[in-house]
């Protein structure tokens, strides 16, 4: 099929498909990017796609006034849909952002793609390569390593935020020291939920679901769904078996409040206190900060139990359809320098991933009154820097969807452990 | 000179031509926009997607190889498939079957002298208007399981919290009530309009020969509408059968899926056709087995909506 049938060909089947199924979810708009190549000073529109708040907004301010040329458009959608729509948009074509952030989950689906993308070295953007972390910088890398496809935003170094006001009233210590010693392995964090269970503390569980749990505690993992050869190895991988079964265990001792991450009513349980603890990668404190508004001081930070591990964080790359590469690989290396990233943890809590900053003074003593002044850039910097990278495959983000699902139906009581480990391993087999 | 009298037939001759062009042709030139618009966007994506069906074609991959009929043979032996195919019909049964009920009843109200007719019956197109998305967020907080109203309501009477969301059944009369609120006004007036063609004097010679109301709704409204009911219940029907909208929110706006939406909850307890037919093509982005599944939809589609006309046309027409 020639390309320029396929490219017709490819809306007018979305179209149809919809058509058949009564078209319910269309893609949001496009990108309004200017069609000519640019000189300095003329007007040029980026767009920029994300998936929640990455705390950019006074970026783009800063930014305009050394390039007042620059008029920057953020487009915000949910997770899934972004991720989804960017692989639709690529395949057509038409409609991608000139940056598009994409998550860990997620980026080696787009950097098999090499060619769907800008060559971020053209650009050169691989002078950034001493400030990262050396994985992350690997996993902006396309699958044979030519092109430098991303920069990296972000890490999600692990912690655990709990709730002190319920932690007072299940009879546990509250000092966020003493709390981490109650908790070195998952199997002493469960035994403390059970103590908080049988406290009896009205409305509150002890943790939101055993989903975020589960990705923790594999993450934490020498390796995870996939080997280094990308084979999927959810049923060979007795770490990941671990970690199924300790997550069931939450759910067999009634320890966790059926309130899957991110959705409507988990909002709900942050505001009325449904929850003691919960699962805290670097970017979770912006989402608890922005959830639970009205309990700030009642929440703060300790050690995650099980060591180190990274959960989520994300990269920042430019389609190839881009009309203002150029302009976008700067705007990138904007948003990503070593001053911004220190900028952004300070607002939104994304944790840097330039090693650098670490150590900095400003980082390493940078308090969170929100967290009852927990010393949380020293707490992810010590978990960023105890941090062992793991391969994640192409469909990662596909295997962990069919996981939740999973740990969802024995949460709903719907199957035992057994059966419906018996059906993730009958999904994953069918993922492509 | 002699040009005169040759020109002058000929041109009538083709004012003639002109004529039978334009009284043969001109009807096909005013029907054309929307056929061609069905063509482009109706017909073609449907034999397309009937030649994509018979690919191994994924949108991350540029390479798309011939495998017959393979992807209906899985599909047709995909528990996924059947289990989506059992919550459409059960779903659609439960939705369509009392609201029809409710709406020729609505209609039958105000078929009847009223006061404020008109704001009566503007109020019933009124949820119809309402936005899909917030009639699926509205409803999904109050079927919330932790602090939603129906549950509220319910746990004066003893009942304890219900997972509306979690359960098969109870899953199904969430979405049921949503489909409900926004297509029994719709339809109460389709049904309404249909009355209002039903001559009085067969009301008022049966109110003289002592027929209660309902029994003039039975053996008179309901036989001589007919073909409006017909016309509902195929519709209905097409529509239920392709409901999305509803359990992709509904999925989303309760949290009861885990990760995707789209799979209509971890057990697929709502997982309709059409939302199967999203997941595959649209997050895991087969449209080799997602085009397979739209045509076994479409054909279903086709064959319920036939049946339903069949049992329809058994309903007695006319008076007797």
Redesign the interface.
Known sequence: MTPRIRRLAVPLLTASLLALGSAACGGGGGSDTVGTASKPEEKVKLTIGLFGDFGFKPLYEEYKKTHPNVEIVENVTQFNDHHNNLVKRLATNAGAGDVEAVEVGYISTFTAQPAKFQDLKQYGLDKRQSDYLDWKWQQGLSKQGGELLGLGTDVGGLAMCYRKDLFEKAGLPTDRTEVAALWPTWEQYIETGKKFAAADVAGAKFVDSPGEIFRAMVNQAPTGLYDAQDQIIVDSNPDVKKAWDLSNQLTSEKLTAKLAAFSPPWNTGFAKGSFATIICPAWMTGFIQEQAKDSSGKWDIATVPGGSGNSGGSHLMIPKQSKHPKEAAELIDFLTSKENQAKVFKEEGTFPSIPSLYDDPSIQNFTKPFFGDAPIGKIYSEAAKALKPQHLGPKEAEVRVVIGDGLGRVEQGKQTPDQAWAQVLEDVKKIK | MSSLPLAVPGRRRRRGMRHTLDVRVSPYAYVAPFFLLFCA??L???I??AW?SLHEW???S?E?TFVGMDNFGTLLADGYFWNATFNTLSIGVLSTVPQLVLAIWLAHLLNRGLRFQTLFRVSLLLPNVTS?VAVV?IF??LY????GMINWVLSWFGVGAI?WA?GTATSHVALSTMIMWRWTGYNALIFLAAMQAVPRELYEAATIDGASNFTQLRKITVPMIRPTIIFVVIVSTI?AM????EP?LFG??????????A?G???R?FQTL??F??EQ???????GY??AA?WL??LAVVVVAGINYLITRRVKGGLI
């Not at chain 2, 989303?252 to 939406?261: L, R």
């Not at chain 2, 093509?281 to 449209?287: A, H």
Request: a negative charge; aromatic letters at 16%; proline letters at 3%.
């Open positions: 966007f109706g073609f994506p449907l397309y997607t994509v994924t949108l991350l540029d798309h899909v967020v999904s907080q919330g399981r932790d602090f997972d979690a529509g392709q409901i999305i909208a992709l989303a706006s309760t949290g009861v899926a885990q990760g995707g939406a799979n909850g971890p057990d307890q059409a939302l037919v999203y093509g649209f997050t895991k982005f087969d449209f997602a085009s739209s939809m479409f």
